[in-house]
């Protein structure tokens, strides 16, 4: 059986499957997903906003009023008391009333109207705005502001899942690139040290000269320095790539060797439709949300001061009824009192609202334009990630011809040296182009990966970058 050569060995060795303890690309982006400090300040940003919307509904709420009057000196002796409930209704231009009141006693002419029966008054009441306020006022428009920010806050909870996310998936990519760039460098050492002890046995049998070994430590040297740059790259890679992994507590665990998987994920080709995937991202794109929730947010602001340019007219519908016994003097407050009230104001000058109309007309006209590049930039972008994914694709095929090409030249060479062809420096040069092959089918693999990560990010691939809805 013939002996597999040496290269071809530790190249088997090198591209080995990956333990089942390595560190997957799914376990990092869910422990991202989960513990980032980003993500975790936009979840706090969305309970933020949960707490300014409830703050502006509680100009809804209901209102218990009460007061008391009660003499203690003096020629009157009229003791009175009222209770008073009184709400505006949610979303719309009413505020209702209702109450009892209580009076005992003698009271002077100028407060006859404190005057009820010995049981008392129960009275209701409806307030209706005519013109302005019956559309918005400041409470309604608080309230839905509130509710437009809170749904910008968790459109940024999406944008920030997304930065994270896809930070984390070029972090992961450059480490596992950077793993199997320190895999090719050992391996270039290794077959340099082990021919050193060839050599040296040969040297001491008196069939090589001494040269060859020094020629040969030259070639450790220089790629033991190689090895320990790669190193260096993958323990720096491997720091940054502890951002994005967390234990359970939210703290940065670094990557051991173990966790180092030895490739890149199973690749996938993606079938790409540009069109379908423009026109979804024009619709998901979160960018695009939060610029339409700003302009929604405008547009209330400008009916607000529309709004502040309209008379005010207000309706006012009461009713009241006194119960129990009456005296003669007080036959005039038996049966039930209706009254219907108009109250008018006209502003004589209207700076407020025509400036806030200005001002929301023009950053409306700010925002169109933003959305309109946006728009565009959306579909450069994807067009550009498609375009990049294609070439890498074409590249990774070509680095894989490439280092078949290399091999079988390294092999070749191989055999002629070790049938007594004496040409050391080409055997090196054509292992140093095999290694040069494979860094390049590692960066190959890592601009591939890039580019998914990108089409991903540019076409809204929110399961593919494990963000839950």
Known sequence: MRKLPLSLALAALLWAQPAAAALTLEKLLDSSARHYPKVQKSLAGIEVGQGKVQAARGAFDWELNQKAISRVSGFYSGDYAESQITRRLADSAVRVHGGYRVSDGGFPVYEDELVTLDSGEFNAGITLSLWRNRIVDEERFQLRDSELELEQRRVELLLTQLGVQYDAMQAYFSWVAAGKA??????????????????????????????????????????????????????????????????????????????????????????????????????????????????????????????????????????????????????????????????ISIPLQRNTGEGLVKQSQNTLRQLEHDSRLLNDQIATEIQIAANNYHVASENLKLAGKEISATLAMEQAERERFEGGAVDYFVLNMREERAGDARMKQVDAQLKLWLAIADYYLATLQAEKLRISS
Not at 219 to 243: F, G, H, M, P, W
Not at 261 to 288: C, M, S, Y
């Open 182 to 343: 320190l895999k090719v460098s050992e391996g270039l050492l290794q077959l340099a040290q082990q021919r050193q002890k060839g050599f040296k046995a040969r040297v001491a049998r008196g069939d090589m000269a001494d040269i060859y070994l020094t020629e040969n430590q030259q070639y450790i040297a220089k790629r033991s320095a190689d090895v320990n740059e790669a190193r260096r790259q993958l323990e720096n890679r491997a720091t940054k790539l502890s951002l994005f992994w967390r234990d359970e507590d939210g703290n940065p665990v670094l990557p051991r060797a173990e966790d180092l998987p030895a490739d890149f994920p199973v690749f996938k080709a993606l079938a790409i439709n540009l069109g379908e995937e423009i026109e979804r991202a024009r619709t998901l794109r979160p960018e695009l949300i939060r610029l339409n929730l700003g302009m929604q947010r405008e547009r209330n602001k400008m009916q607000l001061g529309e709004n502040k340019l309209m008379p005010k007219v207000d309706l006012k519908v009461e009713g009241a009824r006194d119960i129990g016994d009456a005296t003669a003097a007080q036959r005039s407050r038996v049966g039930t009192e209706g009254k219907i009230g108009l109250s």
